[in-house]
């Protein structure tokens, strides 16, 4: 089984700040890669598929990269409804989360 | 647009059962694959099982392997999900998911599980 590592934990920023999140696979998943935000008491939401492609209606603050074993989600400048928690996907051999970042209000 | 509904949930004892439903509209429900997905209290995504949109193929995490069963109703446009002998550790809010390649693309809101003596 492919393990995601997701670093940091928990990430304390305040609004207008830059957001980076790290995820790191135990081998290559190639590029394939998705992450996915997850507000409080709602369902995820895919944002990344494929380490850099933006899924329908995502703004243009997310942006991923990466492809190998380390992966980026990086967003440009934090809203307010942007807190919440993002896990990293994936679906290289069958598919697997890693442990997620919670991106809280500084 | 595209609705998950799940239902189902509830309170049930160690070594119960119950069955899950994902009701689903907006979408060809018969052309795509569907997952389980599972959300421990303040834990991480789990994947539960995952069926083919023909329900030709299944797959089961290790954890629920032998106590759970996926299945599809393509007429009535839902996913179900069988769960017997459960434990107080498949205590979780499950989420039904459309599947694109492993995406998982929509996501329901969840029913909430709870085992508990």
């Known amino acids: 089984e492919i393990v995601l590592t997701q670093s940091p934990a928990t990430l304390s920023l305040s609004p207008g700040e830059r957001a980076t999140l790290s995820c790191r696979a135990s081998q290559s998943v190639r590029n394939y890669v998705a992450w996915y935000q997850q507000k409080p008491g709602q369902a995820p939401r895919l944002l990344i598929y494929?380490?850099?492609n933006r899924a329908t209606g995502i703004p243009a603050r997310f942006s991923g990269s990466g492809s190998g074993t380390d992966f980026t989600l990086t967003i440009s400048s934090l809203e307010p409804e942007d807190f919440g928690v993002y896990y990293c996907?994936?679906?290289?051999?069958?598919?697997?989360f890693g442990g997620g970042t919670k991106v809280e209000i500084k | 647009q595209v609705q998950l509904v799940e239902s189902g949930g509830g309170v049930v004892q160690p070594g119960g059962s119950l069955r899950l439903s994902c009701a689903a509209s907006g979408f060809t429900f018969s052309t795509y694959g569907m997952h389980w997905v599972r959300q421990a209290p303040g834990k991480g995504l789990e994947s539960v099982s995952f069926i083919r949109f023909d329900g030709s193929n299944k797959y089961y995490g290790d954890s629920v392997k032998g106590r759970f069963s996926i299945s599809r109703d393509n007429s009535k446009n839902t996913l179900f999900l069988q769960m017997n002998s459960l434990r107080v550790e498949d205590t979780a809010v499950y989420y039904c998911?459309?599947?694109?390649?492993?995406?998982?693309?929509?996501w329901g809101r969840g029913t909430l599980v709870t085992v508990t003596s």
């Open positions: 996907q994936q679906r290289s051999n069958w598919f697997t």
């Open positions: 494929d380490a850099s």
């Open positions: 998911a459309q599947d694109d390649g492993l995406l998982l693309i929509q």
